[in-house]
């Protein structure tokens, strides 16, 4: 027994290092800090030890490795004579730099998009059984939702009465022809994906013009995937067409769809109080993570955490209650809609279990790493796996299977498995006590009734204040974590830079849960570090300069915030009109890339941190990074330094006042407040 645990530990012991980088320069988060320490004491591997100890793939990051078929994989770097005189390289079937970087950048659109579809086909699938009363566990919550969404998948609403008169529809009629109606969006062949239609009338037109409204969500991912096999579409530009539709069948069709859907089954989020960091976890308390992407389970282990029969089993083990909290996009989810605190993002999931307190990490599917299960196999650790698609081989994971039909018993059986493994923690537990405040839950909703005063819900307030120069514009800052770079620093640097300059910032995913441990997302934090403008409407309206949207699938909620920025007036027809800007400083995911082109051909200037894997072939880069404009409004960039990068988002912002003529304004409120005062008194 002895020499099988041993066995077990030698898995996730750390190899023989030649010289460790200390972690204080591998990470700006203090809690971080301490854990890495903790680990390396340990002689636990993470994956800060493996960012050392491997590197990257010089020719897989420039793009210009090709191993679609098996004749490859054909390496083509760019190297300077290349640079310099013509560029000869080719494939053996003759693919260029060009076609080989556009098809790879095409599969990750389509692993991106096909990644956040699947999770909406989950969510209208559990939302359909709901609406036809087959699973007791979930039920139409919010109406409101369910009545302002349902006229998009072109469901009636009303019902003419005998004399004519106009009644309210039966809810239950309506919530199964949605469900019925946005399932059918991923299997449509023809057609559009008809929440499509939901963006500003001029952008909506101008996807028509360009031929890239999406058919059906599943056909322009599987088309992508077609395109990209060897001998197939041979031309960058018409491969990025193609990732346009999959792109807005993602942002616009299935991420749009996943959060509307979640929305009306567990209700429409609205600002509430939480914390964030490793320290929410509690010694004496019975710790369960739920980590991944899908609230319908963790809105189950959310409920059955709280059962009395829970605590009173809690406290029969001999703990003083249950701390759930959650990492990834899970955490955002059930933060949004409940205030379970955060424990942290991405890259610090091997972390939470090193604290020696977590008794169940229940993983469902994205961004788990598999190296979880064996750093579990150094602690009491039960890593639960729960969803069919998604499962470890590395470890001693358990799998309950996850139903909608038995949710809310699956959902017992877990909490009761982590509970049941509470006395069975060891002596090392060390929990770093660092913690912060954060106000969450800015649907866009939220943001309308938040900015639009006491009597009405509006964003003219905010396009007011965006048109007078208090507010410089809008940044929308999101994703993930990225090992090759200092953790969570590009996006702390990226986030503060902006407010510094009065740039109000949208966040999601991994970004928002750095900005969480940071404390940006508190009110008071507007007077430390935003510029004048930003810290008075902040101070004014009570709101954090940083606003915290949801998840990676919810940054169709920035899409939404956008599309109501156009629709109160002032700032142009469109989403490419406005001072906006998008940014992703420490991406790592291919969901990154989706969310990044939806945002590009949506209309917004996009800057992408750490690295784009484009560099080997510098006339598809030029057509990502010059040429979209003149299609979209909106195009890719990439900067690696955070304080470079935040600029290269102001100058576009800058740029974007003055082309509607509101620069001047942004000038005279520069001046000092007491002119500021006088300008609006006249
Ligand atoms: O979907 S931000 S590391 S957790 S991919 Fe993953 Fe990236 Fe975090 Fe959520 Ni989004």
Redesign the pocket.
Known sequence: MAEQEEKKKVVAAKPKEKKEVAPQDLTVDPATVKMIQRSRELNIETVFDRAQSMKPCNIGVQGTCCKNCSQGPCRLPLTKSDMEGEDKRKGLCGATPETIAARNFARMVAGGAAAHSDHGRGVAETFLAAARKETADYRIKDTRKLLEIAPDFGVEITVEGENGEVLDRDIDEIAVEVGERALAQWGQQHGEVSTAKRAPKPRYELWKKLGVVPRGIDREIVEIMHRTHIGVDQHYENLVEQCSRAAIADGWGGSMIATDLQDVLFGCPYPLKSSANLGVLKEDHVNIIIHG?EPLLSEMIVQAAELPEMLDLAKSKGAKGIQLSGI??TANEILMRHGVPLAG??LQQELAIVTGAVDAMVVDV??IMENIANVATCFHTKVITTNPRARIASGDTIHIEFDEHTAFEDAKKIVRVAIENFPNQQKEVMIPSDTSELIAGFSYEAINYHLGGTFRGSYTPLNENIINGRIRGIGGVV???NARTTFDEGHITVVKELIKHDVIVLTT??NAIACGKAGLLTPESAKVYCGPGLAEVCEAVGIPPVLHMG??VDNSRILMAATEVVKAGGLGNDISDLPAAGSAPEW??E??ISIGHYFVVSGVYTVFGVTLPVSGAPVFEHYLYKELEKLYGGMWDMEVDPIKHAHKMIAHIDKKRKALGIDKARERVLMDMAARRELEAA
């Open positions: 992407h990834c996009c993002n991405f994205q961004c994703g993930c974590n995913g991994c998840s990676c790592m995911s969901k990154a």
